[in-house]
């Protein structure tokens, strides 16, 4: 009876675990039967570079989340900093410079947001949509309201590709490796699951929670830099107003990819399959020429089932636990 | 005794959750106008029949009777209607709203479509008055003591006519004075014809007030007995099934050298002029009133909190402790006051809890050795006897005793000379109690030293080698063996009271 019930909890544990993996195979098979052209090696490349720069963003904030904060300004930070990289890009054709301007910029703003937030203890929502407005009106201010153009080589890490393979997705998958590692592999990466669980627990066995937040922006920074870059590359220019609303893009494939909100919970592999769960979903509606204003209506209602779902779940093992 | 003496009669409850029967056919009978206390391990039962009667959770089988009639209760509310109070453990209310707004809190009166609030205060103010407490109707609730607060709370019951009040270990976060306000509110509540079902770990008090007490164990009701015809021996024996031979375990260590010694410390407005030391081997209890300052002067020497002046000694060497990981760093380690609070994690594993402090063990080189910390963790909490299915369940699923023998396992991997455990037996059942005690025993048997704080004195007295009492900030004194007693250390902690009034006459 015992054994019965261990095993039993065991299969519902591994279900509820990859039921993102589940549900991305079941989309996949969904699409392939709905469009002819879904399953083929073009069309799923170029969905891996459209969401290579989203996963990328989403690999920082899926950081920020588990350790209890959160960044509204990466949309914003890679408007300012990317139109900053293209204008030295342009002035120097440097590309090391340009990649160095974005990240130091986006590091900056996000340097910023930790000290709001660890220093001064504002709520993070708060705090990064107070950056989000200033970092779009630095955008914009330098700019003019222009878009930067004639970029020359610099189109080359968004568009190129290295063999079959496109320069954005190598990027993605490097900087997912390294952030798996920084995760499960590092003193810091645990102390962020103990500070989104329980930041005074955390901190009453001396870890540093200021410093671990911190830290989670400062990483985020680095990967809205690098994020900022291949998304002016891609899009062929300085865009001061683009970019816009990627942080919820992020924050989708973040949540989807069953990163918890309440903090403590999630996995970098998890953000990734969440990523193209969404990423898929986009592309066959686009292949089916499906309206975009109904597209953004089915993204909203994904992130609503996927909270939903992340609350149903926790609250089912509480009551489990609850007798 | 007829049947219209029970206000109260439950027979043959059984509750089954997937996997646990947690109640099975349960009988309980209240008597109009009595104290009936129920006793019984935590997971014995007790939360979940007292769930069913307060309509949280409805029985599978089995009859509730209200005053001879066959009732079903559908949810909280419900219960309201039958005249059944429930008075949490954890007390419910908005601590931002005031003291009225609360007691009437989803039940506002109407008038038109707005509240008729004039009618509240009058209402209000009047029901302080005859309850003889003295608030203010507009008082905000964080402004008041947890002790206040379950006045109000019974005061709420009492306004809604209850005639069954349940009360859950109501008394595990008030003190003794507070305790004895309580226990007059029964006497006066019972006096009115109400009956209470109260929940308690602490068999002082039980026998202090119950009439009737009924005892759990595994899901079912072991047995019912009048307080006057069963020992306190006899409620732990059938709690546990097993002869507790001695509640508390005493060993005799050596004591060994000076491990910490406080000079001085002061923190201004919460404690001043804490002086103490500690030697190996060594458990040094710190008694007081809530409010003493006995916490706050731990949380500074463990790094939590700050302080203004006065200086510690770790080893004979003076130490300056600006946080929580330097105080670790020099071999100190604290459970503190509430485990689920600052305590435990509750979604992380067992494995991920016991590495928590030390996690420079287990990340050397920049990268993680998971072996290592297999290794640790299973050393580590099989020394603490922690049962659990295996070190990767979150440790929310464990039972109480058990995440708190987690956290010693936590700090035994940290190796400290010095153990700070603020109530570390708090909402623990008596089994593992005596664990908790084993386990300290061991640290000391070690040659570590331990400070323990403790509301519950008789704890203190058993398990303590000296005393600090303290009060209003200041230590009031300190008692050896010998001078032990509940007496000598009430008296110092009221003691500053005292002299205040002494002056004052």
């Given at each position: 009876m015992n054994q019965i019930e261990t095993k039993n909890v065991n299969f519902r544990k591994i279900i509820s675990k990859y039921s993102i993996i589940l549900i991305l195979i079941i989309i996949m098979v969904m699409c392939t039967i709905a469009d002819?052209?879904?399953?083929t090696v073009n069309n799923l490349l170029n969905v891996c570079r459209q969401q290579s720069v989203t996963i990328i963003v989403a690999l920082g904030e899926m950081a920020l989340i588990i350790c209890g904060a959160l960044d509204l300004s990466a949309g914003s930070v890679i408007a300012f900093s990317g139109v900053l990289s293209v204008m030295s890009y342009k002035a120097t054709g440097s590309m090391l410079l340009a990649f160095a301007v974005a990240i130091l910029i986006s590091l900056f703003i996000n340097f910023l947001n930790g000290i709001m937030v660890?220093?001064?203890?504002?709520?993070a929502f708060i705090a990064t949509l107070a950056t989000q407005m200033v970092a779009r009106g630095a955008a914009l201010y330098i700019t003019n309201g222009q878009n930067v153009y004639?970029?020359?080589?610099?189109?080359v890490v968004g568009q190129g590709s290295l063999g079959p393979v496109p320069i954005p997705v190598v990027f993605m998958l490097v900087i997912f490796l390294i952030v798996a590692y920084l995760m499960h592999h590092t003193r810091w990466g645990r102390s962020t699951y103990a500070v989104g669980g329980n930041a005074e627990a955390a901190n009453a066995s001396g870890i540093n929670t200021n410093m671990v937040i911190m830290k989670a922006y400062l990483l985020h920074g680095v990967l809205v830099g690098i994020a900022a870059v291949l998304f002016m590359s891609r899009v062929n220019g300085g865009l001061p107003?683009?970019?816009?609303g990627y942080e919820m893009d992020a924050l989708t494939a973040t949540i989807v990819g069953g990163?918890?909100?309440?903090?403590?919970i999630g996995t970098p592999w998890g953000t990734v399959v969440g990523a193209f769960v969404v990423g898929f979903l986009s592309n066959i509606m686009n292949l089916m020429t499906i309206d975009s204003y109904i597209q953004q209506m089915v993204r909203g209602a994904i992130i609503a089932v996927a909270v939903i779902w992340d609350i149903y779940s926790k609250s089912r093992n509480t009551y489990r636990k609850g007798k | 005794m007829g049947a219209e003496n029970n206000v109260l009669e439950l027979s043959n409850i059984t509750k089954t959750f997937p996997g646990v029967k947690?109640?099975?056919k349960v009988n309980f009978k209240l008597k109009k106008g009595t104290v009936h206390v129920l006793c019984g391990?935590?997971?014995?039962g007790k939360s979940t029949l007292m769930k069913i009667i307060d309509g949280v959770y409805k029985q599978d089988e089995g009859d509730i009777l209200i005053n001879g009639q066959k009732v079903s209760i559908k949810d909280p509310l419900d219960a309201k209607k039958h005249g059944i109070a429930m008075i949490f453990q954890e007390l419910s209310y908005?601590?931002?709203?005031?003291l009225e707004e609360n007691l009437w809190l989803g039940n506002w009166p109407r008038k038109?479509?707005?509240?008729d609030w004039k009618y509240i205060r009058t209402y209000t103010t009047e029901l302080l008055k005859k309850e003889g407490?003295?608030?203010?109707?507009?008082?905000?609730?964080?402004?008041?003591s947890v002790s206040d607060i379950q006045m109000l709370e019974i005061l709420k019951a009492v306004s809604n006519d209850a005639q069954i009040i349940i009360m859950d270990e109501?008394?595990?976060?008030?003190t003794n004075k507070e305790v004895d306000k309580l226990f007059a509110k029964i006497e006066e509540l019972k006096a009115r014809g109400a009956s209470i079902i109260y929940i308690s770990h602490k068999m002082d008090e039980i026998f202090r007030i119950a009439d009737e007490i009924t005892i759990f164990r595994d899901g079912r009701s072991i047995i019912t007995a009048n307080a006057k015809d069963i020992t306190v021996d006899q409620v732990v024996e059938y709690m546990v099934?097993?002869?507790?031979?001695?509640q508390y375990p005493k060993v005799e260590t050596k004591v060994g050298k000076e491990l910490l010694r406080v000079e001085h410390l002061t923190r201004n407005?919460?404690?001043?002029d804490v002086s103490f030391h500690l030697h190996g081997g060594e458990i040094v209890g710190f008694a007081g009133l809530?409010?003493?300052?006995r916490t706050e002067t731990m949380r500074a020497i463990f790094g939590l909190d700050p302080y203004d002046s006065g200086s510690i000694f770790i080893n004979q060497k003076q130490v300056t402790i600006k946080n929580v990981r330097q105080s670790i760093q020099n071999g100190i380690a604290m459970l503190t006051e509430d485990r689920r609070r600052s305590g435990?994690?509750?979604?992380?594993s067992v494995r991920e809890n016991t590495t928590l402090a030390s996690l420079e063990r287990i990340f050397t080189g920049g990268r993680l050795h998971p072996r290592e910390e297999q290794k640790l963790v299973a050393e580590s909490c099989e020394k603490m006897h922690v049962k659990t299915?295996?070190?990767?369940?979150?440790?929310?699923?464990?039972?109480g005793g058990n995440q708190q023998k987690v956290i010693f396992a936590k700090w035994l991997l940290c190796n400290p000379d010095v153990l700070i455990a603020d109530?570390?037996?708090?909402?623990?059942?008596v089994g593992a109690k005596r664990e908790i005690y084993n386990l300290m025993n061991q640290f000391a048997l070690d040659g570590k030293g331990i400070i323990m704080i403790s509301s519950e004195l008789p704890e203190l007295i058993g398990v303590c080698d000296r005393i600090y009492v303290m009060c209003e900030g200041h230590i009031s004194g300190m008692l050896t063996r010998d001078q032990f007693s509940q007496e000598a250390i009430m008296q110092l902690a009221i003691a500053v009271h005292r002299n205040e009034e002494e002056l004052a006459q």
């Open positions: 002819s052209n879904f399953l660890t220093k001064f203890k504002a709520p004639e970029i020359g080589d610099y189109t107003a683009g970019a816009d990163t918890s909100f309440t903090g403590g | 947690a109640l099975d391990e935590n997971g014995a908005v601590p931002d709203m005031t038109g479509p707005g509240i407490l003295p608030y203010q109707p507009d008082v905000k609730l964080r402004s008041l109501p008394t595990s976060a008030i099934n097993r002869k507790i031979e001695n407005g919460v404690f001043q809530m409010g003493a300052g435990i994690i509750p979604i992380l299915a295996n070190y990767e369940t979150p440790i929310q699923t464990l039972s109530e570390p037996t708090r909402g623990i059942d």
